[in-house]
């Protein structure tokens, strides 16, 4: 989906008229990025800076959006910085913006604006990658290791104390978010699409695959849900979801976020460096940040190749299922890795 064209009118165009709904009718919207979601920047006449986002039709009930609105709140009144959402002047949460362009209608919400910058950009990454950080071919360099070290020491933080306030909260009765477990990753119908069915595939390929997929369930299985390692979690919590203003780091993109085991999470941090040389030292200063907030024993912390296994295969359904976002390309490169790491899983 295109966001200007000289052949067509701006899909978004009018988005202004939904700031009604926030008695901010008036204000000025400015696109500032366009992937899973639409996000603009809004300006007030205050001089106040909001963000409105346009949330992608599908992924969502409008339950499951309030539930995420319920623990950003519930994240900020336990001392961390998540985004601090408005409500509308009728006192709900979300709105709904019908867009004409592209005849869709799309639930809004507003939260407050925070500057900073992306930790993606801070280590070199491209913060731009339609919402995922994927496996880098290049090598870190020496002279940015300890800093590199550094930053990961600081997710292992952020994520424990995120686990500890969703382990420790008492959830409303009408909480609902999807679940990252068995079935959400690897049943018949997981959340990213069947990553088994695609076209590109050998049938060595799909054959190997469906073979660590069965592993993989039996692994999770037999681990459960009862190890203190399953609860909410972010489930994005990659450097391109991490701001840093001075000391304090703002985590933002709540999409995904789910019901899940901690070393997914844990898995999504590291996945872009999965296949770097520097890996064993950012895993192990990543585990050393969690465990100065939340214990994490040594089992747990051997099962995170299985989990790094897992993010390999549900981008290979996510690629599949969001054509749009031209990230085909990746499929040879990812399918590759996964079958290479399912050799050392089955054999």
């Known amino acids: 989906m295109e966001v200007r064209s000289e052949n067509r009118k701006d899909p978004f165009a009018g988005v202004e008229q939904v700031l009604d709904e926030w008695g901010l009718g008036g204000s000025q919207c400015e ?27 599908g992924y969502h009930t409008l339950a499951e959006l309030n539930a995420e609105q319920q623990w950003t709140a519930a994240l900020n009144r336990a001392g961390l910085s998540a985004p601090v959402h408005r409500l509308t002047v009728n006192g709900r949460g979300l709105a709904k913006v019908y867009l004409p362009e592209i005849s869709e209608t799309r639930y809004v919400s507003l939260s407050e604006w925070t500057e900073g910058e992306l930790l993606a ?37 952020i994520a424990a104390r995120i686990h500890n306030q969703a382990m420790t909260w ?8 999807h679940a990252f477990d068995i079935d959400g990753l690897m049943g018949d119908a997981p959340l990213w699409g069947p990553f088994w069915n695609l076209p590109q595939l050998t049938a060595a390929e799909r054959e190997q695959i469906l073979r660590v997929r069965d592993r993989i369930r039996r692994i999770l299985s037999e ?18 979801n991490l701001l840093f203003l001075d000391d304090r780091i703002h985590v933002i993109d709540f999409d995904d976020a789910g019901f899940g085991w901690h070393q997914y999470e844990l898995a999504v941090a590291l996945f872009h460096y999965a296949e770097d040389p520097l890996f064993d030292a950012i895993r192990d200063a990543l585990v050393a940040g969690y465990r100065t907030e939340r214990s994490l024993d040594d089992a747990a912390v051997e099962l995170l190749p299985v989990f790094i296994l897992i993010r390999y295969l549900v981008l290979l359904g996510w690629i599949q299922e969001r054509p749009e976002l031209n990230n085909s390309h990746r499929l040879p490169r990812l399918t590759a890795e996964v079958c290479e790491r399912a050799k050392t899983l089955l054999s």
């Open 223 to 240: 681990y459960g849900k009862n190890q203190g390692t399953y609860g909410l979690i972010h489930a994005d919590l990659h450097p391109g």
């Open 121 to 157: 950009t801070m280590i070199g990454q491209d913060p731009k990658s339609h919402g995922i950080i994927f496996p880098s071919n290049s090598e870190v360099a020496p002279s940015d290791a300890q800093v590199l070290l550094k930053y990961f020491f600081q997710i292992g933080r």
């Open 170 to 177: 008492q959830m409303p009765d009408s909480f609902e978010r």
């Open 31 to 57: 696109l500032v990025s366009q992937s899973e979601n639409v996000v603009f920047r809004v300006n007030t006449d205050s001089g106040e800076l909001l963000a409105l986002r346009l949330h992608r039709p």
